[in-house]
């Protein structure tokens, strides 16, 4: 992949979608920025992108994935997080997070515009201190390891891995990747409360579907959710 380097964007995500809008991505690419002044998160929100971190956006012009590729790439990041840190208690956490015990490390934000597709991810990587608006829920690689991590190397070898495994996941779909999605499900088995669309539902995770669907027991039955705003865990269940 062809990758360009930026000091100070807005958001490597808005300038994917503005190369994508002047047509001039014509090759896998990826937007990488040492700081983002108006980085996105989920639901629209902001997404703090100071130096240490690494920010960047994967263009592949002339794809359109599905919205299981969200779960394909956090399986990746995954990886070579442990691959980084071996012992570290990395988990998945649908839709989009990857958590360092219960804080979350890095997001993950997927979109399609017109025939291309746009993988943004955020991985809080060198940070010494969170700022306060989300200490509480948010952590970094150094924070919590006290190890400084080459941010190049480190986006270099995801890149390969992300690469190796693509036309796995795109021949195969998640079913090739359930057994190590289920090792690292941060949710399963827990007894949750999802909002979607001002609606809310209590039941118990259980995994997610061949469509990167999360799967709620809810009194005997089972149902699958695409999407959530919210998530609360209200407790973990034995069975
Ligand atoms: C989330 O809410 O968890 C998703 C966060 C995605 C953040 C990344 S940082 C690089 C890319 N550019 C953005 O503005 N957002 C994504």
């Not at 001039?24 to 002044?37: G, H, R």
């Not at 997927?110 to 940070?127: A, D, F, M, T, Y």
């Not at 999360?214 to 865990?233: G, H, M, P, Q, V």
Request: proline fraction near 2%.
């Amino acid at each position: 992949m062809k990758i360009k380097f930026y000091n100070k964007t807005d958001s490597t995500n808005l300038e994917a979608k503005r190369l994508i809008n002047s047509d001039k991505i014509f090759n896998d690419t990826v937007l990488v920025a040492k700081i983002q002044t108006s980085g996105i998160g989920r639901l629209n929100r902001e997404w703090i992108s100071t130096k240490g971190g690494l920010w960047f956006t994967m263009v592949f012009p002339n794809q359109n994935f599905n919205s299981s590729v969200t779960i394909f790439t956090s399986i990746i990041l995954h990886k070579i997080l442990l691959y980084f840190f071996p012992d570290a208690p990395l988990m998945i956490k649908w839709p989009n997070d990857i958590l360092w015990n219960r804080k979350k490390l890095a997001g993950i934000l997927c979109s399609n515009l017109r025939n291309s597709s746009i993988i943004g991810i955020g991985l809080n990587i060198n940070q010494k201190m969170m700022p306060k608006e989300i200490d509480e829920l948010a952590t970094s690689l150094y924070i919590e390891s006290n190890k400084k991590t080459k941010i190049k190397k480190f986006l270099q070898i995801l890149l390969e891995q992300f690469e190796n495994e693509l036309q796995i996941y795109l021949n195969e779909g998640l079913h090739f990747f359930k057994s190590y999605y289920k090792k690292y499900d941060y949710l399963y088995g827990k007894s949750i409360s999802i909002n979607i669309h001002k609606n809310k539902w209590n039941g118990k995770a259980i995994g997610i579907s061949e469509k990167g669907e999360l799967i709620l027991r809810i009194d005997n039955k089972e149902k699958k959710f695409l999407s959530a705003d919210k998530i609360d865990i209200l407790g973990e269940l034995v069975n």
